[in-house]
């Protein structure tokens, strides 16, 4: 199971803090740092949001082996010819290391304070159909012209292109999303739902894959939780209550047991949370992204993933 850092700078994060955990993530091994695309949260109103892909771009000159992943950008806030172009740019700033990931978007309250549409799901699921197609050829992997409903892109070549870039398509359809996945993409990002659920998610992005005439076992599969972890139920509880002290909605100690407990995510002492890791490695997962929301302390970074890797 490859082990990653996902961080959401919405949440008043500085390029600076970015810096030092993209740094952290790159100089101890970890296979990723990650983090979301929002301009905005409901719950916190006016806390200091930078861009995903600029500041992205700036860790790509930062770094030299992590890779660098936006997970993921809503459909709904660039359009894919300006997607496609950013993305070759920081595919060639980073020496191949950025991934992108895509999807609906979900978040509709950022997209009214700042004025973006934000259409009703079906169309959002069909403007990302296209905007998976169109990246298609718009960054190398497919020749010719595109012509869909929403988007449009004419027959000559775009360069730079990156052929190569890795896309994750991401989100928490049961049907459509592992379809998508499947057909475009490197890597699906499942959202963690009951355990059952999972497989069967695998199995219709393998098979989308298979008919699309793609090696349906070199796609890869990722889920995306908080990971809380101590050596001992002692260093668990304190690790807990440090989470929970710098929790951006207040939530309790309690209250955040709870809820991972019953989303089925790694925490607990280092034996739990290594269990559960297997267990999702057995039902087909190849990375977990742990997401952070803050306790960015470099001591408790090192410590979980010290734990997680046994």
């Given at each position: 199971?490859?082990?990653?850092?996902?961080?959401?700078?919405?949440?008043?994060?500085t390029?600076r803090?970015?810096?030092d955990?993209?740094?952290?993530?790159?100089?101890?091994?970890?296979?990723?740092?990650?983090?979301?695309?929002?301009y905005?949260?409901?719950?916190?109103?006016?806390?200091?949001t930078l861009?995903?892909?600029?500041?992205?771009?700036?860790?790509?000159?930062?770094?030299?082996r992590?890779?660098?992943?936006?997970?993921?950008?809503?459909?709904?806030?660039?359009h894919?010819a300006?997607?496609?172009k950013v993305?070759a740019?920081?595919?060639?700033?980073?020496?191949?290391r950025?991934?992108?990931?895509?999807?609906t978007?979900w978040n509709?309250h950022?997209?009214?304070?700042f004025?973006?549409?934000?259409p009703e799901?079906?169309?959002?699921?069909?403007?990302?159909?296209e905007?998976?197609?169109?990246?298609?050829?718009?960054?190398?992997?497919?020749?010719?012209?595109?012509r869909g409903?929403?988007?449009?892109?004419?027959?000559?070549?775009?360069?730079?292109?990156?052929?190569?870039?890795?896309?994750?398509?991401g989100?928490?359809?049961?049907?459509?999303?592992?379809?998508l996945?499947?057909?475009?993409?490197?890597?699906y990002?499942?959202?963690?739902?009951?355990?059952?659920?999972?497989?069967?998610?695998i199995?219709?992005?393998?098979?989308?894959?298979?008919?699309?005439?793609?090696?349906p076992?070199?796609?890869?599969?990722?889920?995306?939780?908080?990971?809380?972890?101590?050596?001992?139920?002692?260093?668990?509880?304190?690790?807990?209550a440090?989470e929970?002290?710098?929790d951006?909605?207040n939530?309790?100690?309690d209250?955040i047991?709870a809820?991972?407990?019953?989303?089925?995510?790694p925490?607990?002492?280092?034996?739990e949370?290594?269990?559960?890791?297997?267990?999702?490695?057995a039902?087909?997962?190849?990375?977990?992204?742990?997401?952070?929301?803050g306790?960015?302390?470099?001591?408790?970074?090192?410590?979980?993933?010290?734990?997680?890797?046994?």
């Amino acid at each position: 199971m490859q082990l990653a850092l996902m961080t959401e700078p919405h949440l008043g994060m500085t390029y600076r803090t970015m810096l030092d955990l993209a740094r952290f993530a790159d100089r101890t091994g970890l296979a990723a740092f990650a983090r979301s695309d929002h301009y905005a949260t409901a719950r916190l109103p006016g806390l200091h949001t930078l861009d995903a892909f600029a500041t992205l771009a700036g860790l790509a000159r930062e770094t030299s082996r992590v890779e660098l992943v936006v997970l993921v950008t809503p459909i709904t806030f660039r359009h894919p010819a300006v997607i496609a172009k950013v993305a070759a740019t920081l595919d060639e700033m980073s020496m191949g290391r950025f991934v992108l990931g895509i999807g609906t978007g979900w978040n509709e309250h950022e997209h009214a304070r700042f004025g973006i549409p934000f259409p009703e799901l079906p169309e959002r699921f069909s403007r990302l159909e296209e905007a998976l197609g169109y990246l298609s050829h718009a960054l190398g992997r497919t020749g010719g012209a595109f012509r869909g409903t929403h988007y449009t892109l004419d027959a000559a070549a775009v360069e730079p292109q990156a052929p190569n870039l890795r896309i994750i398509v991401g989100g928490a359809g049961d049907r459509r999303t592992p379809r998508l996945a499947g057909i475009y993409g490197d890597e699906y990002n499942i959202t963690l739902r009951p355990d059952s659920d999972i497989p069967l998610r695998i199995a219709r992005a393998r098979e989308s894959a298979e008919r699309a005439g793609r090696d349906p076992s070199a796609l890869r599969f990722s889920v995306m939780c908080d990971v809380i972890i101590g050596a001992t139920r002692a260093d668990f509880e304190r690790n807990l209550a440090r989470e929970a002290s710098g929790d951006p909605w207040n939530s309790t100690a309690d209250e955040i047991e709870a809820h991972h407990r019953e989303r089925g995510f790694p925490i607990g002492t280092a034996a739990e949370a290594r269990h559960r890791l297997a267990e999702l490695e057995a039902l087909g997962m190849n990375r977990l992204y742990v997401q952070r929301f803050g306790g960015f302390e470099t001591e408790m970074l090192e410590e979980t993933f010290g734990l997680l890797r046994g």
